[in-house]
């Protein structure tokens, strides 16, 4: 059964600062890994997809990795900004079919300004 | 649409009574999905459709919940004779995907349902 793993649970940085969150899964049989980011109250908004035959993919300060054969993904934050303040989730597609979304838990990101 | 529409984006009602939720995912999507998140919790799986039948519903809580969609479009998901454990966020998502392929998902904004 697919598992995924997000450490840490909650991490507090200075603004300004690069920060890498994980995401850890167990089976190696993905069809690919999303990261979303979730504000209180509202709902997820996708941040990067990557499709199981990537390695990274970057959007503006974002990149994100992904090592299939380690069962691991790495969110990485450049310079970071008090907007960054969220929750972080990553999802792997997995499963028998591939429709279905396994979740982590999150990371709750907040960012001193 | 530009988006996945969740309608209402607030739904306060009393214990016992119905509600039905709608989602209007993006257009041309044939895949929709609905998800539950209680209070400081994950993400929890309630059915998926591929067009217009829904080959799992094994995430439904119990036989008050029921999802249909019509027309490869909106999608509704009922409650019926609430209870106050059915308080959370319900998100819909769409996406292309289909059996084999390897798409990504657009959320809606969420309802948020409370059963006082």
């Known amino acids: 059964k697919q598992e995924v793993t997000q450490i840490p649970a909650a991490l507090s940085v200075p603004e300004g600062e690069n920060l890498v969150l994980n995401c850890s899964f167990t089976?190696?049989?993905?069809?690919?890994l999303q990261w979303f980011r979730q504000d209180p109250g509202k709902g997820l908004t996708s941040l990067l997809l990557i499709q199981s035959s990537q390695r990274e993919q970057t959007s503006g300060r974002l990149n994100a990795s992904l090592d299939k054969s380690s069962g691991r993904s790495t969110l990485y934050i450049a310079a970071s900004q008090p907007g960054d303040s969220a929750t972080y989730l990553c999802?792997?597609?997995?499963?028998?079919?591939?429709?279905?979304?396994?979740w982590g838990a999150g990371t709750k990101l907040i960012i001193k300004p | 649409g530009a988006g996945v529409s969740q309608s209402p984006s607030n739904k306060v009602t009393e214990k016992g009574k119905d509600v039905e939720l709608r989602c209007d995912p993006i257009?041309?999507?044939?895949?929709l999905y609905w998800y539950r998140q209680s209070l400081g919790q994950g993400l929890e799986f309630l059915i998926y459709?591929?067009?217009?039948?829904?080959?799992?519903k094994s995430g439904l809580p119990s036989d008050r919940f029921s999802a249909e969609r019509t027309g490869g479009s909106v999608s509704t998901l009922t409650i019926q004779r609430t209870q106050q454990e059915d308080s959370a966020v319900y998100l819909c998502?769409?996406?292309?995907?289909?059996?084999?392929?390897?798409?990504?998902?657009?959320f809606g904004s969420g309802t948020r349902l409370t059963v006082v």
């Open positions: 257009s041309g999507h044939t895949a």
């Open positions: 089976d190696s049989a993905i069809y690919n």
């Open positions: 998502a769409s996406s292309l995907a289909k059996q084999g392929s390897n798409y990504g998902y657009t």
């Open positions: 459709f591929q067009g217009n039948s829904a080959p799992d």
């Open positions: 999802a792997v597609g997995a499963g028998d079919s591939n429709y279905q979304l396994i």
